[in-house]
């Protein structure tokens, strides 16, 4: 009889542009592999063909609707699940981890607040191919903090770079975290403290689903 390798965890980290995604997920992965797990660390948009569209636009380099954005994302995610390589379907049925920088969250936030959200939602909630992960951490913090990050950090914006839209954005995370609470685990995280503190917190919190 051969073994059955145990499922690795999925974990996401979602937040509002300069919420210090980056930062904690450097954090996380490395204290799992520390732990003697083997992470695997991806992001969306992936660096498919639909991913690089997605850049394109989100650039401002070509010009698409909120539909085309959303139907583009979901298409990226099917195949970020399902792609034979490095999907993150194969990683977590070979017993790695996956930590993911963004997923259907930011569809609902982004997308969500530009085009009819109930569409948006139903796209990626109901879709057989795209895996509802062990746990969402938000990072959160407020639109002012996150721009304050933002100029500090970097030259070039994002086109949903902007303390209003941000604003608009978060108020929309919270909408759909409100309309996933039956089904989906989210750990809502406060941002604004150093970074080692804000680790403290997420490793907390995922420790048990690991059961490290
Ligand atoms: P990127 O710079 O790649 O990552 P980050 O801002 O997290 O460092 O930008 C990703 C952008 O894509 C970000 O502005 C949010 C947006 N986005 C959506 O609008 N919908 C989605 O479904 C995803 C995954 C991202």
């Known amino acids: ?29 490395a204290r799992l592999q520390r732990a003697g797990r083997r ?3 991806t992001a969306e948009p992936t660096e498919s063909v639909t991913g690089g569209l997605l850049r394109d636009a989100l650039a401002g380099v070509s010009k698409r609707t909120a539909c085309e954005m959303a139907a583009l994302f979901t298409i990226d995610r099917v195949f970020h699940n399902v792609n034979p390589v ?3 379907e194969k ?14 969250y930011s569809s609902l936030a982004y997308q969500g607040s530009e085009t009819d959200a109930g569409w948006v939602r139903d796209m ?11 746990i969402c ?21 994002e086109i949903y770079e902007n303390e209003e839209r941000l604003e608009r954005v978060r108020r929309q995370f919270m909408t759909a975290f409100d309309a996933l609470r ?8 406060n941002a604004a403290r150093t970074p080692e503190e804000v680790h403290e917190e997420i490793f ?9």
């Open 39 to 41: 992470v695997h660390r």
């Open 137 to 157: 951490v938000f990072l959160d913090l407020t639109p002012a903090q996150s721009m304050e990050r933002i100029n500090r950090n970097r030259v070039t914006h």
């Open 86 to 88: 490095n999907g993150i």
């Open 1 to 29: 009889m051969g073994q059955t390798t145990e499922r690795g965890r999925f974990i996401v980290f979602e937040g509002i542009d300069g919420a210090g995604k980056t930062t904690q997920i450097e954090l996380l992965t």
């Open 124 to 134: 990626n909630i109901n879709c057989p191919e795209i895996r509802r992960p062990d």
């Open 182 to 189: 039956d089904t989906d685990r989210i750990a809502i995280v």
């Open 91 to 104: 990683m977590l049925a070979e017993g790695i981890d996956v930590i993911c920088d963004r997923y259907y």
């Open 204 to 212: 907390r919190t995922v420790a048990p689903l690991l059961g490290i």
